[in-house]
T-cell receptor, first 116, second 109 residues
Framework: EAGVAQSPRYKIIEKRQSVAFWCNPISGHATLYWYQQILGQGPKLLIQFQNNGVVDDSQLPKDRFSAERLKGVDSTLKIQPAKLEDSAVYLC?????WGAGPGEQFFGPGTRLTVL | GQQLNQSPQSMFIQEGEDVSMNCTSSSIFNTWLWYKQEPGEGPVLLIALYKAGELTSNGRLTAQFGITRKDSFLNISASIPSDVGIYFCAVNAGNMLTFGGGTRLMVKP
């Protein structure tokens, strides 16, 4: 079974530029999560989708971050415009169902973003 | 929001030694999880704990869910070089995961 796919793996941009990350969850997984992991810290949840609907986006900085999962499968996370403090690894995870339990989240390898 | 305190922040041990790390919170949680993250990869679930006082093993790993539901510990016995990585505790709050800051483990062959 293929795991969670993310691209690109690395991205370097200058501040005030825009950037987008893509995630393809495990086939059949209804729930998709985006996390931000700043160097030296644990992952922090940004947004959670159940199919194509948002379950929780309370920690998403909505003035510059946006995410969508239009067809309930793959998802994109966008930052516009980027700030220096957005430098981090952006992790995508998926699980079978929102009610499957948190232990059943499977993580992708992440996209490492560097903002100069 | 919730805060999980992990200790120690880092450990440098000799191959074959046993390792112990813990995670504490000021709030009560009903699910505690331990993950391992290797460089360039996402976290991988090691052990999930769902009951206060529960002791669960996975090979050389053993984790316990504290009786107060405010803490958990993870032990690794007879460490080997491939145990190197960052170990995170996490708790479930409303089907959302909150992670601790991690314990970085380094093993000297």
């Amino acid at each position: 079974e293929a795991g969670v796919a993310q691209s690109p793996r690395y991205k370097i941009i200058e501040k005030r530029q825009s950037v987008a990350f893509w995630c393809n969850p495990i086939s059949g997984h209804a729930t998709l999560y985006w996390y931000q992991q700043i160097l030296g810290q644990g992952p922090k949840l940004l947004i959670q989708f159940q199919n194509n609907g948002v379950v929780d986006d309370s920690q998403l900085p909505k003035d510059r971050f946006s995410a969508e999962r239009l067809k309930g499968v793959d998802s994109t996370l966008k930052i516009q415009p980027a700030k220096l403090e957005d430098s981090a690894v952006y992790l995508c995870a998926s699980s079978l169902d929102w009610g499957a339990g948190p232990g059943e989240q499977f993580f992708g390898p992440g996209t490492r973003l560097t903002v100069l | 929001g919730q805060q999980l305190n992990q200790s120690p922040q880092s450990m440098f041990i000799q191959e074959g030694e046993d390792v112990s790390m813990n995670c504490t919170s000021s709030s009560i949680f009903n699910t505690w999880l331990w993950y391992k993250q290797e460089p360039g990869e996402g976290p991988v679930l090691l052990i999930a704990l769902y009951k206060a006082g529960e002791l669960t093993s996975n090979g050389r790993l053993t984790a316990q869910f504290g009786i107060t539901r405010k803490d958990s510990f993870l032990n690794i016995s007879a460490s080997i070089p491939s145990d190197v990585g960052i170990y995170f505790c996490a708790v479930n709050a409303g089907n959302m995961l909150t992670f601790g800051g991690g314990t970085r483990l380094m093993v000297k062959p």
